[in-house]
């Protein structure tokens, strides 16, 4: 189950928080940095992302009340819910591999991440961010969902001549690069559609 990937990667973490990602989510948006910037500053607990779909009962659902605070979470709900799915994007503070160690498998002999969000629900340590209108979240999970993220990703890169996700373009605007770092990035990448895009970050 995905929470086991807690105990797999516990010395990498040695004792620290930790966020988890899902490999086939996608996130995109305006201001989605800083949702992520206040998730990972939160000292205690853990926090969920939460985005409305229409197909409710193929994901994790969380109630919310008025002002977006969690109520309770269940997988794949059969019957009328919040439509608030929890994405594969939560971040923990560093009880949670203990937490996870802890868990009991379900019925299908996995660690369950809705149990360990319970958990975490039941202490009053759960926060949530949600992800309104504006906010595009993609789960590539499936064939057709792949053709649908693909489809999208196709379509801002061109509009817009932007890639949505190159890691050393975010690392240099970031500063955490500096110009002669994505100069040899780039270099690296030559004769490649990618690495003509990293020169023209360079020469901006």
């Not at 305006?30 to 205690?44: N, Q, Y």
């Amino acid at each position: 189950g995905i929470a086991e990937a807690l105990l797999i990667a516990e010395s990498f973490l040695d004792g620290h928080p930790s966020a988890l990602i899902l490999g086939d989510n996608i996130f995109y948006g305006h201001g989605l940095a800083d949702i992520l910037r206040r998730a990972a500053a939160r000292k205690h607990g853990a926090t969920v992302v939460a985005y409305h779909v229409k197909d409710a009962e193929s994901y994790g659902i969380i109630e919310l009340d008025s002002a977006y605070q969690a109520l309770s979470i269940s997988e794949k709900p059969a019957g009328k819910s919040s439509g608030w799915a929890v994405t594969g994007l939560y971040f923990y503070d560093e009880l949670a591999v203990e937490a996870a160690r802890n868990l009991v498998p379900s019925d299908r002999g996995e660690l369950e991440i809705t149990d360990l969000n319970h958990g975490y629900l039941d202490r009053g340590e759960l926060h949530v961010e949600v992800l309104h209108r504006g906010f595009a979240w993609l789960d590539a999970g499936t064939a057709s969902r792949l053709h649908h993220a693909s489809s999208f990703v196709q379509t801002v890169q061109e509009r817009q001549g932007l890639l949505i996700a190159s890691p050393e373009e975010v690392a240099y605007r970031l500063g955490f690069i500096e110009r002669q770092d994505l100069e040899r990035l780039a270099l690296e990448a030559a004769n490649s559609d990618y690495g003509e895009y990293l020169r023209q970050v360079v020469a901006e």
